[in-house]
């Protein structure tokens, strides 16, 4: 590895590695080792397929490549087999032997593990056939499948860094900042601030400027920063070293969740692989222009996402957001103007160099522009990262991408924008998902998580679980958000427990409203949101909880009962076997009793029972 | 936060007060220096909060305040074997406090203890970035995807099986040895 002292050099590094990816007559084998893969074994599998290929004398004649995460984690491990592009999912050891002898060595599919399409039953050989993908467009995370995120020269070879020396060489900071803000960009990390009026102001105000990534991603449910900064860090680096130049900002600090090792280390390995090659840290291609990047830790805590919170923690201080009177891209981390973006937002940055404003601000809708990265889970079929135009809706992601809801139930909703969202009903299921459509209904964008209810997902019970969630993790120190969600779990907790009572609904809108209007920071404000448009789209189901002490979901344990259903059970006894309190009785092929007195409702029985004859009462 | 130290981590403290040396003293510092004692003890005891603000010349109460902002410190001594059960959305929507109740009355224990024989120690967490394979637990490094309620015990004897076959070989290879 030598530093690139010009521009020059780095074309031909590119050139030279792209040309490798293309020329190369070498089967390219990716195995996804992405977080969910990873779980379900991927190294395993890794070790299998290096020994077979070994035995097989094929290790110089097939490349392989440990990929980031490919989205359809719901099937994984996943393998892609190039250049034809041939799907595996949900691998296994045993099933490598049959991989490397027939597909590798002679060409020939390996019928039983190919793909079946659980919606249409059909057998799906491609990858760009699969359902799953073949809907999305995906301009950010597409590259995540082809590249290994430990090696900067895979970046090199589908065009990485031609965005930064277009940036350093061929335009002013002010023309990015234009491009950027031609684009329509918007940031993706809650809020949907125009990233380019963003630029443009921190660009304007003096001092010592600070480019700062946040990937603290603290919405539960949502995953997408995590496998960016996994599967494609170069991605976001590159991002921030165009937002750099584009302010001039010579330090630059990225605040990751300490939940997140593997993100860390990857990313730090990009760090360390830029720096060798000179396009980070002093004179940057020869240029003249310094830039280097931290990265930091986050501590853990939901709130350190917020701007100020997240500025105060990389001081070392609690972090605790302060009223932006004054914005932080004039005064922010060390009282000097910083730039705070979220990590897709930066992932954006180098496609809108490379391919242009105009390309960007084709896709998407007239106030949301390019696509966005929706972590897809809960009760649907296919869960996974699924990136879509802005726009597309909701029924294409939940049902054509997804696949519909798990084992045929009906859809109740989809709570979008994570704790500061709101819970969307089956009637906006045509709205196309963009910043604005979601905040009419009374959601919003968020981090782009998208959970999926289903008639067994009890909506008092969510709005309980939102909110002891952001009381847990209010920082405490302004009354309104402090108190205010703590008498609102107390009401919704309440209710939950069947001790509801005629006017709790009025006392939580009340509530909610103080909370919203008085809180100091965004946390409070947008915490009554899960809430509000629950009770809005849901009353009944508060007031069955209230008035007739019952939790149809059969979520909330005080509310509702085990049954077997004398009918439908068959006598297999399988429930019976796995009680831990044994309190299951009956012969053998004949109808069970369960002792409802004694029942603790670990839900045991119900998962085992083949012929759904436990039913919720 | 007043259990007695162990030797091992009273050793480990003394290789802390070398390791603090490469920090600057400096208040931003803070963070990243509790996240070394914390992978060197797993837990933070009230012996190295005092060691750290002493070191940074802060009042200890101070660094107590950042410690406790911060899910990720613990001021308990994990167990061997840490259970991490996720209750982010996506978990929680497909019943993940369920699979922490039966985590909870197999260990005999509730979120946030440690069992008696320090093997044993479960924390709910909020989304550890596996969503789709929810709902999920954590034992040790490892991730357990689509976790039902009646796996929990497997997994559990699992471990135990696999304590009861390392003491064995331990004992089969000491008895080859005299
Ligand atoms: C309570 C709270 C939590 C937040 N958490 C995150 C987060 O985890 N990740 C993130 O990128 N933005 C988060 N934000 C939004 C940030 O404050 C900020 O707007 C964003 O990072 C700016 O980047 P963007 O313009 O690229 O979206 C949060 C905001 C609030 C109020
Ligand atoms: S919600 Fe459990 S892993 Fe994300």
Redesign the interface.
């Known amino acids: 590895m030598t530093t690139l002292e010009n521009r020059e050099a780095l074309r031909s590094i590119r050139s030279s590695f792209e040309a490798r990816l293309r020329d190369s007559k070498k089967k390219l084998i990716s195995l996804c080792a992405g977080s969910g893969c990873g779980a379900y074994g991927t190294a395993k599998v890794y070790d299998t397929l290096m020994e077979q290929l070994a035995e097989h004398n094929l290790e110089n004649e097939v490349e392989v490549k440990l990929s980031g995460c490919h989205g359809f984690c719901e099937k994984g491990p996943i393998m892609v087999i190039h250049p034809e592009g041939i799907f595996y999912p949900q691998l296994k050891e045993k099933h490598i032997p049959d991989i490397v002898e027939n597909t590798i060595k002679n060409g020939d599919l390996v019928k039983k593990l190919i793909f079946k399409d659980p919606a249409t039953k059909k057998k799906i050989t491609y990858e760009k056939d699969v359902p799953f993908y073949k809907l999305q467009q995906r301009v950010i995370f597409g590259n995540n499948g082809i590249i290994d995120p430990t090696r900067i020269e895979d970046y090199f070879s589908v065009g990485g860094y031609a965005a930064l020396e277009k940036a350093l060489f061929d335009m002013s900071p002010k023309e990015i900042i234009d491009e950027v803000k031609k684009s329509g960009l918007r940031g993706r990390g809650g809020g949907g601030f125009p990233a380019g009026r963003k630029w443009e102001t921190c660009a304007k105000h003096h001092g010592d400027r600070y480019v700062i990534c946040n990937a603290d991603e603290g919405d539960p449910g949502a995953y997408m920063d995590r496998s960016l900064l996994e599967g494609n860090p170069h991605s976001v680096l590159e991002g921030m070293i165009v937002g750099a130049i584009a302010v001039g900002s010579n330090e630059g600090y990225v605040y990751v969740r300490h939940e997140y090792p593997l993100a860390v280390t990857n990313f730090s390995q990009a760090l360390e692989s830029a720096r060798k090659y000179g396009l980070l840290g002093k004179n940057i291609l020869g240029t003249g222009f310094d830039f280097d990047i931290h990265i930091s830790r986050g501590g853990g805590a939901f709130v350190c996402g917020e701007s100020t919170a997240l500025m105060a923690s990389l001081e070392g201080k609690p972090g605790r957001p302060r009223a932006k009177y004054i914005h932080t891209v004039e005064k922010g981390f060390r009282n000097n103007p910083s730039m705070l973006n979220n990590v897709e937002t930066w992932a954006n940055v180098p496609v809108i160099i490379n391919k242009g404003s105009e390309w960007y601000a084709s896709i998407g809708t007239e106030g949301s522009k390019g696509t966005k990265i929706f972590s897809l889970v809960g009760k649907v079929m296919n869960t996974g990262l699924v990136e879509v135009p802005m726009g597309t809706t909701l029924r294409t992601i939940i049902f054509d991408i997804g696949g519909g809801i798990l084992k045929k139930k009906k859809f109740k909703a989809v709570q979008t924008g994570g704790p500061s969202g709101g819970c969307i009903p089956e009637e906006f299921l045509d709205l196309g998902v963009d910043f604005d459509e979601l905040t009419k209904v009374g959601s919003m964008m968020g981090s782009g998580g998208m959970i999926v209810m289903d008639q067994d997902t009890c909506m008092v019970d969510v709005a309980r679980y939102f909110i002891e969630f952001l009381q847990d993790e209010s920082c405490g120190q302004c009354n309104p958000c402090r108190e205010g969600l703590k008498q609102m779990l107390d009401v919704l907790t309440r209710i939950c427990h069947g001790h509801g009572r005629e006017g709790d609904l009025e006392l939580l809108e009340e509530l909610s409203d103080m909370v919203a209007n008085a809180s100091l920071c965004g946390l409070g404000t947008s915490a009554p949101n899960p809430v509000m448009s629950n009770i809005r789209y849901f009353r009944e189901e508060y007031e069955t909880h209230i008035r007739d002490k019952k939790c149809p979901a059969g979520v909330c344990k005080p509310l509702f009962f085990y049954e077997i259903d004398q009918e439908l059970c068959t006598g297999c006894t399988l429930c019976a076997k796995r009680c831990p309190e044994e309190i299951i009785s009956g012969e053998q092929k004949a109808p069970h009793q369960l002792e409802q007195d004694k029942c603790i409702k670990c839900g045991i029985c119900y998962e085992a029972c083949m012929f759904d004859a436990v039913v919720v009462k | 936060m007043n259990q007695e130290l162990t030797t091992e981590e009273k050793a480990a403290l003394k290789s802390i007060a070398k390791n603090l040396e490469t920090f600057n003293k ?7 220096i509790l ?1 070394m004692v914390q992978e060197h003890l797993a837990y933070l005891p009230s012996e190295a909060l005092r060691m750290v603000a002493e070191y940074l010349e802060i009042n200890a109460c101070e660094v107590y ?2 410690a406790t ?5 613990r001021f308990h001594p994990p167990g061997k074997h840490p259970v991490k059960v996720c ?9 993940g406090d ?1 699979i922490l ?2 985590f909870e ?1 197999k260990l005999g224990i509730e979120d946030g203890e440690t069992t008696a024989d320090r093997e044993f120690s479960i924390e709910r ?10 709902p ?1 637990a954590i034992i040790g490094e ?4 689509h976790m ?3 796996k929990v ?1 497997g997994l559990l004897m699992r471990i135990e099986i696999e304590k009861d076959i390392a003491k064995r070989e331990k004992e089969k290879s000491e008895s080859e040895q005299t």
């Open positions: 400096q208040r931003g510092n803070l963070i990243p996240q305040g950042v902002f911060y899910n990720q410190f209750l982010g959305t996506a978990c929680h929507v497909r019943a369920i109740e039966n009355r967490v909020a989304c550890v970035g596996c969503c789709a394979l929810a999920v490892t991730v357990h995807g039902a309620p009646s015990e």
